[in-house]
């Protein structure tokens, strides 16, 4: 879907960054996290800046970039890049299948915005329906092409297990 309305795959990246969290960063440091030249990285951080959906602060000699949340477009972007990297879906069908849960956490890569290929969650609830996790897995999997990676922290005082980690 991304792919369709931007060509620029160092954007993506970056709107993947920037809209996926709050997170920021610098030139040099996103250019060796996403394995891209600092030149087509600066490329697209000027042309975002521009456009007016990052800013841009000084931090002594080198520039921290982040979305611009005032941007009237912010909500909308980051909605888009939800839906792109199925998390909206994704947290929605296992809180409400999963039983008891009180409490959904996505964590690891995709809590800092880096899209590495797994989603890494935790659930924290009773009485929480593990068959039911190995399931999606599976299906999440063939849905969005990326691995999931859970684990269970049970409130259920009857359930000496504790934390249970599933992974594929």
Known sequence: ??????????????????????????????????????NSVRVELNRLTEAGLLVSEDDGKTKLYKANTSHPFFEEIKG??????????????????????????????????????????????KKLDQHYLDFIREKTYEKVQRKVEVSILTTDPGDIQGILVYGK
């Open 1 to 38: 879907m991304l792919e369709s309305l931007v060509t620029s795959k160092t954007r993506i990246k970056l709107l993947l960054k920037f809209f996926s969290h709050a997170n920021s960063g610098y030139l040099r440091s996103l250019a060796k996290e996403f394995d891209e030249s600092t």
């Open 80 to 125: 888009m890049v939800s839906k792109f990297l199925g998390l909206d879906d994704l947290m929605e069908r296992i809180v409400k299948r999963m039983g008891e849960v009180e409490a959904a956490y996505i964590v690891g890569d995709y809590a800092k915005g880096i899209d590495s290929g797994t989603i890494s969650m935790i659930l924290i609830g």
